[in-house]
T-cell receptor, first 113, second 115 residues
Framework: AQSVTQLDSQVPVFEEAPVELRCNYS??????LFWYVQYPNQGLQLLLK??????LVESINGFEAEFNKSQTSFHLRKPSVHISDTAEYFC???????????FGKGTKLSVIP | DAGVIQSPRHEVTEMGQEVTLRCKPI?????LFWYRQTMMRGLELLIY????????DSGMPEDRFSAKMPNASFSTLKIQPSEPRDSAVYFC?????????????FGPGTRLTVT
């Protein structure tokens, strides 16, 4: 079984400042890791994913996350946030070959003008 | 591709009434998931179908909840009778099981309010 901990439920940050959203997971097997974003009144959209290979993965809108196996973490970062990044972000883990996605509780990112 | 389609987007009903939520997965996807999202419990998996067959329904909270997938392009989640504590956002998601990852594609959700 897998579990995901998102350490911060809310993160306020000023526009153009950097941000890090933390995610730790536990699993006894190899994992796939995901970050999803949920804008107000919308469904979840995949932001980026780690399956294998390079531990640093990037999204098209400037976010990146690094898989750290020794620390069982998959933190999400962006060097300069924009107002439009205001949303809730969910970290998720899946055992390789498993159908299940286990989600964290989510982190609400609020970008302040 | 239209993505995962859910209807209705909003549903307000009175306690005791039957509620039916509908989902059309992405064409070609052979796995379908129903989730419930609440402030208190976050995202919970209710049921998982593979090739139209229910594989894991351990997340269905009570017998009042039932789900069907009569064909590859349609699924329903029914609550009968509904109760105020069923108020939540219900998401449907689909996946191509033959893909390299477990990436799921979510619909926009149905916001259910039971009064």
């Amino acid at each position: 079984a897998q579990s995901v901990t998102q350490l911060d439920s809310q993160v306020p940050v000023f526009e153009e400042a950097p941000v890090e959203l933390r995610c730790n997971y536990s699993s006894s097997v190899s994992v796939y890791l995901f970050w999803y974003v949920q804008y107000p009144n919308q469904g979840l959209q995949l932001l980026l994913k780690y399956l294998s290979g390079s531990t640093l993965v990037e999204s098209i809108n400037g976010f990146e996350a690094e898989f750290n196996k020794s620390q069982t973490s998959f933190h999400l970062r962006k060097p300069s946030v924009h107002i439009s990044d205001t949303a809730e972000y969910f970290c998720a883990v899946s055992g390789a070959g498993s159908y299940q996605l286990t989600f964290g509780k989510g982190t609400k990112l609020s970008v302040i003008p | 591709d239209a993505g995962v389609i859910q209807s209705p987007r909003h549903e307000v009903t009175e306690m005791g009434q039957e509620v039916t939520l509908r989902c059309k997965p992405i064409s070609g996807h052979n796995s379908l998931f129903w989730y419930r999202q609440t402030m208190m419990r976050g995202l919970e998996l209710l049921i998982y179908f593979n090739n139209n067959v229910p594989i894991d329904d351990s997340g269905m909270p009570e017998d009042r909840f039932s789900a069907k997938m009569p064909n590859a392009s349609f699924s329903t989640l029914k609550i009968q009778p509904s109760e105020p504590r069923d108020s939540a956002v219900y998401f449907c998601a689909s996946r191509d099981q033959t893909g390299a990852s477990n990436e799921q594609y979510f619909g926009p959700g149905t916001r259910l309010t039971v009064t």
